[in-house]
């Protein structure tokens, strides 16, 4: 059986490497684009194709991956031998894997008490130097810039280059699996690196020939750190959606960018209509994504409610991250519901009422 390609190898020709270039790899990319099956008829547009692009399901169990395959095999080529982030969670699982793999030394700035358990776990285990801050994941960016102009570090947040161009690769796959680009694509926006990935994907779609049509960019903030839809910097952001709790994105502009050259939005979404989203997407589709993924479905509601999206729409949500990195948030909106029984037929029969 043919191996397969790694990333980096399948979209070399797009991808600022050469053959010199060390590939790091942990299986990421090709994640599945999934059909909804029950969400158009229940959101009122039964015709609508709606897909879900399952970033979670990359190695480290989200779409940093394809960034960070990019940002490592460069930091490599460059003789780096140690990388450094601040991370919300999953950009710090991510990066520790990575390094880990090729041998660099990595160091994650955390917001301390704010980030979801399994990312701290991810990050503890593939043995990244874990630094918590009493601070927001802003205050940590701004630490992990100045501490990078003092000393050879390799920042591999998004504002390292070859994050973006990693990303961009989820819109190609995208493209290529549909035949055509969707009509519109629905996006959490935390760091606001992320929906200017995917444009610069579809842009290149498109210059290349494998589309006709570009979508529309729809981004959603939380409302409790919607910087960009506010107009200014918030200090204190605060949202369930932890992995997007930021108040000064470091893309703002190229985020405004996508969503305007598009005829898109950048919009935000409340922490009550991420909740509902996050359950209604794991009931009736199967799928379990963290709560800040499903600030994209949330938004996808928001605008089918506002009418903004006609019948037939090809529409794709981008699930950005697996529910399993999140476990307390399930559990809270959950544990009520289980029962604790004695061990008896009879306790199991009222159970489950039969
Ligand atoms: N969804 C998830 C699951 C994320 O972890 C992030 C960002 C986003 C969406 C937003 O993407 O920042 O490109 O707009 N997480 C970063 C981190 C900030 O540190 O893991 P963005």
Known sequence: MPEKLTLIEKYREHLPVTDKTPIVSLGEGGTPLVPAEHLP????VPKMRLF????GLNPTGSFKDRGMTLAISKATEAGSRAVICASTGNTSASAAAFAGKAGLKCYVILPAGKVALGKVAQAILYGAKIVQVNGNFDQALQLVREVAEEYAITIVNSINPYR????????????EKLGRAPDFVFIPVGNAG???AYWRGFKLCQDSGMCQHRPRMFGFEAEGAAA???????SNPETIATAIRIGNPASWQEAVKA??????????????EILYAYQLV????????EPSSAAAIAGLIK???AGLIPEQAFVTCVLTGNGLKDPDTAIKVGEKEIATIEPTLTKLKEAIEL
Do not use: R, W, Y
């Open 52 to 55: 879900f692009k399952l970033e």
């Open 164 to 175: 973006l161009e990693g990303q961009k690769t989820a819109a190609i796959e995208i493209v």
């Open 282 to 289: 794991a009931h009736q589709e199967g799928i379990f994504c």
């Open 228 to 234: 960009i839809v506010k107009g200014a910097p918030i």
């Open 259 to 272: 969503a305007h050259e598009s005829n898109g939005q950048i919009d935000s979404v409340s922490d009550k």
């Open 303 to 305: 605008k089918v409610k």
């Open 41 to 44: 008829a229940l959101l009122g």
């Open 194 to 196: 992320n929906i200017s």
